[in-house]
């Protein structure tokens, strides 16, 4: 089928946003000033679990130049978190703490030195308690407990099974177990949170804030303060990245809040990096067991897949992240029989939460290393092996999960050739691999966070009254992915107008509903909601024209900027055209030629009908399947990826340098190549990072090893090989204009295909990550000493 | 606290400023003359956001002290452009894509600024070697090198991925 | 991300920065390029009265050679010995100087600041104890010459006086057929810390295979930077082999007393042996040219 031939979309516009971003000019939180604005700053525990016996802030109030200062007794207890169900956070520990990093007391002043002063300050008593650090530790029998309401300091737990994968191992030629440990990660976003709260005398609170969910902070704020929703106004403006962890309302936030409510005066506070760790809300901690059974033939029989998630001292995306821990493996292979245990602990550590890729990218690389294994064993190719099992378009996993489009074969066949598979495997010298991995992701979560019926994104969009440029108001979270420009060159297309008529402002809970930049859901459900508001304007415009033209509305249309008609060679236009440069005397660059401009037409609309606005919606149908905990890794559609990745292995030092990275990622139709690909390439990065490099470490205490970005380590350009990023579009019946995810399905290949990789080359599987040189070089040691055992 | 009186050329304009002795340049800049286009996303050295030109050469502003420049010449992103013609980087790094959440670009231009003007025929791993001290999560460097290897030979066709081959043959 | 309370002195010659610290002492802190002071200043870790700035001291920048040998003002930036070519042996220095960091922090850092600091992983100190270099210390009124190798104390700690600033940085000459290498060790490519760094410089004799001097310093391997005094012993008078090297590198691996902090004691002396080695042939490549 011959693709469709689009004006606007699927080029490689240069994004809406580039160019204040080049110059300096676009504002981040922290860039946010006010008249009058004070400063805030928050006291966290030293400790990592502990008694709270008193808190006197007596001394620090009376600190000159301190305004306000506000603890639980101040703000109440009203239990908060992300998923309703398991709200288990107060905004300010009030009985007990229960990681270093634990929020106990928030001050406003009017210098960040005062206000750091008066913390140091506020002296806390308190009684130290036994604390448990690993997952392992947590759910020994007389392990200290976290929270009286989730004993055994369990988060979580999912069983599922799907087929019958006893019946299903026994008819299997070959089994194989393989166990997999990532290590706690951060989203390493180069802006630190920072957020400006104000509050009037009307009783009106707006927050700008650093945040990828202004919409979900907005109910959270207003639940935990008691103002009421339509009082509440939250502003996103430009975001230094979020990648998962800025996907949840945080104690910075609703204490700016409450102390601009207090003090009747701006608050600013902004993160230090070693708070943003402390926060975390990252990727967990995940330690997978996973058996997968074969048949001879290479047919993927059945997984048995055991996972323990150490989640830190509170919930946050967890229960969410648990579920997709399982369910993202039931795609992109046929995998008839699937049986799940998993299980999140509590642990005395900063709480993690989502991250590109959630749930699924420790999973996936335990899997995809499993594949490689058996396809050794059956002596088969492993993209051989991956190809034979590969679902196609119209499959349904045996977790209900149904492939509406799937580019997998074509993309695992792009990345064969782009990296010279066969001209490379298993012919390297030494030193020298080659692996290759397949992933998939959700293209946005079937349902909200809340149980709710809301719509998922509206959209409004309204027609300047002189005509000229369309605006489009939307709440969608532009946090560098590129949302703005994404629905920009939609609206355009659906308008048949040029982009540069097109200006979003987005990100404002004033301007619509939208859940956000998570599950990577912006494209398929923000487009689909500004697609149907485009086309609502439209509607309404071209019912004008056909009016005033006495044509019918059918053979109307509009592109590149002017109306077109079908069927009649030409309208008499110029009595409207004549009409328009009556209006405009005096002004240069007045509509010219035979047809009426878009401009025209809608400056007509609005003489007619006053201004014009269009809404748009969506939702996604009802989805997925009827079992406890459907709704996670259900989607209206899903991206998939593959990836081959080369790499150099020096034996003596252990150290990895990766040579290639050819990738391949399904996305629907691209609405932006270059966009696409920039999420291809920072999947890649984040990928390597985590392979490689990246891990938040703990000591004895629970004290941060790592509060740095330099000791997390986070991938520099020199650590980035040139990389080969192959679009590949599939036309998804669900997305708008065929349009689906590529924001986090292309992180999955890269961390087991750097595994198998390594693999390759050296004939060693590393079962931990990061693959610092140490843990690889004695890796490498243990299995020649094995050898020579 | 004593307060330090200190002149500075900042973006070719000289600027005199009464700034406290323990206030680093990036907050200077930031809270005290309102160039917030430089950022601060560590205070320690790591992540290059806060990249400013000191006498022509990329620092770390959050790694200097407000009172050092005195009698030195500072450039922020804002000084780039030349009234509203666009510095060749910057129009480069808008039509590559190698822009997404923005955060880290000021400090990226500005050292690779520095890097076009020492070497302006940069090989790929010079120019990696230039930006290392300046993170990105978001693009994967692809993008931005891109770019920056597109300035240094405009007329290189490279779109996308290509930036190795097409410069191989340099 | 605040610093603590300071006042700010910026000296315009050595003498009067002597005089300053003279008055101050202990009260006072010496800034070079600040890249480690004002990271220790934002960690309250120290919270000195007085900030002593060097960088409009000129006579502490820029490097000069005589027969004895190289002087470099302790200003110099890392980016500046980088780009310098200081010789097949003095060579070590540059490469190690280029490993320093990112290209924003080697245009700030000193190579006073990176000894002063004297931490154990301190990139410019191994080629430094391998060239044999001393530091020169003024105060009010005196002067002395230490040599490297008897500077570093202890993690964080030298024998500079609180009064005293080091002013140069004497490297001397040595013999021709002379080379040096530096090898480093991170988990990244760029603002790396070292896991394990060695510098070697090899003096060969005449007949250009024989070793008549080396010198195998470590660093990140010990409290203080280090010199693998016995595996260059044991190949003083030796052949430049393979065989030789393997064996000096495994003596430096026992001489290394690793702390097992950052990586395992048992890990960083397999990378003492297999970087020294290379630094070996390196340098040794160097020496021959
Ligand atoms: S803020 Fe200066 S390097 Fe990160
Ligand atoms: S574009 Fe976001 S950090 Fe570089």
């Known amino acids: 089928m011959k693709k469709k031939q689009f004006d606007v979309l699927n080029t490689r516009a240069p994004r809406v946003d580039a160019a204040i971003k080049a110059t300096g000019k676009a504002q981040y939180a922290d860039d946010l000033n006010r008249t009058g604005q004070l400063y805030g700053a928050i006291l966290q525990s030293p400790l990592a679990h502990a008694k709270i016996i008193s808190i006197d802030t007596a001394v620090a109030s009376r600190l000159p130049g301190v305004k306000a200062i506000i603890t639980a007794k101040d703000v109440g207890l009203t239990k908060y978190g992300v998923s309703p169900a398991r709200y288990d956070e107060t905004l300010f520990a009030h009985d007990k703490v229960r990681y270093v990093g634990d929020e106990?007391?928030?001050?406003?002043?009017?210098?960040?030195?005062?206000?750091?002063?008066?913390?140091?300050?506020?002296?806390?008593?308190?009684e130290e308690l036994p604390f448990v650090l690993t997952a392992e530790e947590a759910l020994n029998d007389n392990a200290p407990q976290l929270h009286d309401d989730y004993p055994g300091n369990i988060s979580a737990e999912v069983h599922q099974e799907f087929g019958d994968t006893a019946a299903a191992f026994k008819e299997c030629d070959f089994i194989h177990t393989h166990k997999l440990v990532n290590k706690r990660q951060d989203g390493g976003f180069i802006e630190p949170h920072s957020c400006i709260a104000e509050y009037d005398h009307d009783g009106r609170l707006t927050l700008h804030t650093s945040t990828q969910v202004a919409h979900y902070v907005q109910r959270t704020v207003s639940m935990m303060t008691g103002i009421p929703i339509g009082r509440v106004r939250i502003v996103r403006p430009c975001v230094g990245g979020g990648f998962g962890p800025k996907c949840e309302a945080t104690p910075l936030e609703m204490s700016a809040c409450f102390l601009a409510i207090k003090t009747g005066c701006p608050v600013k506070i902004t993160y230090s990096r070693e708070q943003?760790?402390?926060?975390?809300?990252?990727?967990?901690?995940?330690?997978h067991e996973m058996t997968t059974g074969f048949k001879k033939d290479g047919t993927i029989m059945a997984l048995s897949h055991k996972c323990t998630l150490d989640g830190g001292?509170?919930?946050?995306?967890?229960?969410?992240?648990?579920?997709?821990?399982?369910?993202?493996?039931?795609a992109p292979y046929r995998l008839p029989n699937m049986k799940y245990d998993g299980m999140r602990v509590y642990t005395n550590k900063p709480a993690c939460g989502a991250q590109r890729g959630h749930g699924g990218v420790a999973a996936r690389a335990c899997f995809e290393q499993q594949l490689d294994i058996i396809a050794e064993e059956l002596k088969i190719d492993p993209i051989e092996l991956r190809q034979m099992n590969m679902m196609e378009t119209g499959d349904t996993t045996c977790n209900a999960l149904n492939m509406s489009s799937l580019g997998m074969k074509e993309s695992l066949e792009a990345v064969q050739k782009g990296s010279n598979w066969k001209k490379k495997k298993g012919k390297l010298p030494a030193g020298k691999g080659i692996g290759a991995a397949c992933g998939f992701f959700v293209s946005g979560a079937g349902y909200p966070i809340y149980r709710s019926d809301t719509f998922h994104s509206t959209a409004e969009i309204k027609v300047a009254e002189d005509g000229g440029t369309v605006i489009l108001r939307s709440g969608i979270a532009e946090i560098g992915q590129g949302a703005d420009t994404m629905v920009a060159m939609i609206t355009a297309e659906t308008l048949g107008i040029p982009l540069a008529d097109v200006r979003v402002d987005s990100g404002d809970t004033d301007y619509s509903v939208d859940l956000g930049a998570y599950s990577s859901r912006q494209t398929l459900m923000s487009g689909h909601a500004t697609k149907d508001a485009a086309e609502n304007v439209k509607a309404q415009i071209l019912a004008v024209v056909a009016e005033k033209l006495e044509v019918d509305v059918k053979n109307l249309d509009i592109k590149a900027g002017y109306i077109k008609i079908k069927g009649r060679k030409k309208a008499d236009i110029k009595p409207f055209r004549d009409y328009y440069r009556k209006e405009h005397r005096g002004w240069s660059n007045l509509p010219d030629g035979d047809e009426m401009s878009f401009t025209e037409a809608a400056r007509m609309a609005y003489l007619e009908k006053g201004t014009i606005v269009g809404t748009g919606k969506y939702k996604p149908p009802i989805l997925g399947g009827k079992f406890k905990g459907a709704a996670v890794g259900t989607s209206p559609a899903y991206g998939g990826s593959a990836q081959v990745v080369e790499v150099t292995v020096?034996?003596?030092?252990?150290?990895?340098?990766?040579?290639?990275?050819?990738?391949?990622?399904?996305?629907?139709l691209a609405i932006n190549k270059t966009m696409v690909e920039g999420q291809m390439q920072g999947s890649l990065s984040m990928g390597l990072g985590e392979a490689m490099f990246e891990e938040v470490k703990f000591d004895e205490k629970g004290q941060l090893l790592t509060p740095s970005i330099g000791e997390y380590r986070i991938a520099t350009a020199l650590d980035m090989p040139n990389v080969d990023t192959i679009v590949i579009e599939s036309n998804e019946p669900n997305g708008p204009y065929g349009a689906k995810e590529v924001g986090e399905g292309a992180i999955m290949p890269t961390i087991p295909a750097i595994l198998n990789a390594v693999y390759d080359a050296t004939g060693v599987r590393i079962t931990e990550l990061p693959l610092t040189p140490e843990r690889v070089l004695l890796a490498l040691k243990e299995a020649e000493a094995e050898k020579t055992a | 606290m004593k307060k330090c009186h200190i002149t500075f050329q900042l973006n070719g304009i000289t600027c005199e400023?009464?700034?406290?002795?323990?206030?680093?340049?990036?907050?200077?800049?930031?809270d005290d003359l309102g160039l917030t286009g430089t950022k601060y996303g560590c205070g320690e050295g790591d992540c290059g956001s806060c990249t400013v030109l000191l006498d022509g050469e990329p620092v770390n502003s959050c790694l200097m002290l407000a009172a050092q420049v005195d009698g030195h010449q500072i450039t922020t992103i804002e000084g780039l452009a030349d009234g509203d013609k666009l510095h060749p980087l910057q129009t480069s790094f808008i039509e590559k894509g190698a822009i997404q959440c923005g955060f880290c670009t000021p400090g990226m231009i500005l050292s690779a600024k520095n890097l076009l003007e020492t070497q302006p025929n940069p090989s790929e791993l010079e120019v990696r070697t230039a930006i290392s001290g300046n993170l990105c999560r978001c693009t994967g460097y692809q993008k931005i090198v891109e770019a920056i290897l597109a300035t240094a030979s405009p007329d290189c066709q490279c779109s996308s991925g290509d930036a190795k081959n097409c410069h191989e043959e340099d | 991300m605040l610093l603590p309370k300071f006042d700010y002195n910026a000296p315009s010659d050595l003498e009067e920065a002597c005089q300053i610290m003279a008055n101050y002492g202990d009260q006072a802190k010496l800034l070079a390029g600040g890249t480690d002071l004002l990271i220790a200043l934002r960690k309250k870790s120290v919270t000195p009265a007085q900030i002593v700035a060097l960088d409009r001291i000129e006579d502490l920048e820029g490097g000069w050679g005589d027969e004895e040998g190289f002087f470099l003002g302790s200003r110099t930036t890392a980016a500046e010995i980088a780009e310098s070519d200081y010789g097949p042996a003095g060579q070590a220095l540059a490469q190690a100087a280029s490993q320093v960091g990112s290209p924003l922090i080697r245009n700030l850092a000193t190579i006073g600041g990176n000894l002063a600091t004297a931490m154990p992983a301190a990139d410019m100190a191994p080629p430094l104890l391998a060239l044999q270099a001393s530091v020169v210390l003024q105060k009010y009124g005196a002067r002395r010459e230490v040599a490297i190798s008897d500077f570093f104390v202890a993690p964080g700690e030298q024998v500079m006086l609180a009064e005293e600033i080091m002013s140069l940085i004497f490297i001397p000459e040595l013999p021709a057929g002379s080379g040096g290498a530096f090898e480093k060790l991170g988990v990244r490519k760029a603002l790396e810390r070292s896991i394990v760094s060695v510098a070697t410089v090899i003096s060969l004799d005449d007949d250009g295979k024989t070793i008549n001097q080396v010198r195998i310093a470590l660093g990140a391997v010990a409290p203080t930077p280090m010199l693998a005094v016995n595996a260059a012993a044991g190949l003083c008078g030796k052949k430049?082999?393979?065989?030789?090297?393997t064996e000096a590198g495994k003596t430096a691996a026992q001489e290394a007393q690793p702390r097992g902090l950052r990586t395992s004691a048992l890990y960083s002396r397999l990378m003492v042996e297999t970087l020294t080695v290379r630094a070996l042939n390196r340098a040794f490549d160097a020496a021959s040219q």
């Open chain 3, 240 to 245: 430049a082999t393979a065989k030789n090297f």
């Open chain 1, 650 to 668: 020096d034996r003596d030092t252990g150290k990895i340098t990766i040579d290639a990275m050819t990738d391949a990622h399904d996305c629907g």
């Open chain 1, 313 to 330: 001292a509170y919930c946050s995306f967890g229960i969410a992240t648990v579920y997709y821990a399982g369910s993202l493996l039931g």
């Open chain 1, 104 to 126: 106990i007391a928030a001050v406003a002043a009017i210098d960040l030195e005062t206000a750091h002063a008066a913390l140091e300050l506020i002296k806390v008593e308190y």
């Open chain 2, 17 to 30: 400023v009464l700034v406290n002795p323990n206030q680093t340049l990036v907050r200077m800049l930031r």
């Open chain 1, 276 to 287: 943003v760790f402390l926060h975390s809300r990252a990727r967990h901690q995940f330690y």
